[in-house]
């Protein structure tokens, strides 16, 4: 059984910085891809934000590429998203998703090819 908890959500002004965390409950962690996407209100699930587990490559979206910051730590099991320079159009609810099915760089994006997801956390920036 695999368990995903996010957290570091909160309410910032445009610009500042936040770091999400997702702890993963369960075994073999270095064995699954360890996403980030999110969603904001009445739009469609979107990828944020991917590392390989097997090279470490990462691959972001266009929109936060030189922003933000993917990151995993096998020993404590967790994945990071270091969030700098936010803006008003990153608010959205933050998810963490895994899968241990190899993805290629198209399917990565697709919340569809994941099998488990976190609760969320809420990320809002004002302006």
């Known amino acids: 059984q695999v368990q995903l908890v996010e957290s570091g959500g909160g309410l910032v002004q445009a610009g500042d910085s936040l770091r999400l965390s997702c702890k993963f409950f369960g075994r073999t962690f270095a064995t699954y891809a360890m996403n980030w996407f999110r969603q904001a209100p009445g739009k469609e699930r979107e990828f944020v934000a991917g590392i390989d587990w097997r090279t470490t490559d990462t691959t972001y979206a266009d929109s936060v590429k030189g922003r933000f910051t993917i990151s995993r730590d096998d020993a404590e099991n967790m994945v990071f998203l270091q969030m700098n320079s936010l803006k008003p159009e990153d608010t959205a609810i933050y998810y963490c998703?895994?899968?241990?099915?190899?993805?290629?760089?198209?399917?990565?994006?697709?919340?569809?090819?994941?099998?488990?997801w976190g609760q969320g956390t809420q990320v809002t920036v004002s302006s």
């Open positions: 998703a895994a899968t241990r099915t190899y993805l290629g760089s198209i399917d990565l994006k697709r919340p569809n090819k994941y099998g488990y």
